[in-house]
């Protein structure tokens, strides 16, 4: 076992390769919660942030939320999409907020837990593989099995689909997958544009995917 890993395991941050101890789901999100590997990383940045993971997930969640990683607004208030692109997700999902965040039902994993900063001109630093490699397997095993995988945008979509196409093909190609995986652009108002370029998305993959959630949701 590397250096690297000892010190996770003595830290009770075990991450990938680590099958053998994997964790209780209230310890693994316990531990996500305390997480300061990327702390000299966010002091860096142009916003010289400190960690703050949010890990929003539970035992028997049937419905995975895949994101990138936390906004500004989310970084302050600790609560998952809980901002404008969280308000269009929750319309194309058509759940209202209180089934939205039951834990119960909903699990919350983005492609890296914490928010990861602006550059030096304001643009959204991407998702830290780091957190990818130390946390993800781990929390996907947990969770296991999930009901529906809503995956939302190109680094979601390369981790859970393994596939590195535009992310306009990958989600026109949404048939392939569904109705287990739902492959979406973020929905970050930046989007907008391109949900009125690709009207189809509306048209169709939209009402797959609600009928879908409905399902799931109300299941037992």
Excluded at 82 to 107: I, K
Aim: proline fraction near 8%; glycine fraction near 8%; charge should be positive.
């Amino acid at each position: 076992m590397s250096a690297f890993l000892l010190l996770l395991h003595s830290a009770g941050l075990a991450g990938r390769g680590s099958a053998p101890y994997l964790q209780s789901m209230p310890d693994l999100a316990a531990n996500i919660s305390r997480c300061r590997l990327c702390a000299d990383r966010f002091a860096a940045t142009a916003t010289g942030h400190r960690p703050r993971p949010v890990a929003w997930f539970a035992p028997g969640a049937r419905l995975l939320i895949a994101g990138q990683a936390p906004g500004a607004r989310v970084h302050a208030s600790g609560k998952p999409f809980n901002d404008a692109s969280g308000a269009r997700l929750r319309e194309w999902l058509g759940l209202d907020v209180e089934e939205f965040y039951d834990r119960t039902r909903v699990a919350f994993v983005p492609m890296a837990f914490c928010f990861p900063g602006y550059n030096a001109t304001g643009s959204d630093l991407p998702p830290p593989a780091l957190c990818r490699d130390t946390w993800h397997d781990e929390v996907m095993a947990a969770l296991a099995p999930i009901r529906l995988k809503v995956l939302v945008g190109a680094h979601a979509h390369r981790y859970h689909l393994g596939i590195r196409g535009s992310m306009t093909q990958t989600v026109a190609q949404w048939r392939d997958y569904a109705p287990e995986i739902f492959a979406l652009p973020h929905p970050s108002w930046r989007n907008t544009a391109w949900i009125r370029k690709n009207p189809w998305f509306e048209a169709e993959v939209l009402p797959a995917l609600r009928s879908q959630v409905a399902k799931v949701m109300q299941d037992g």
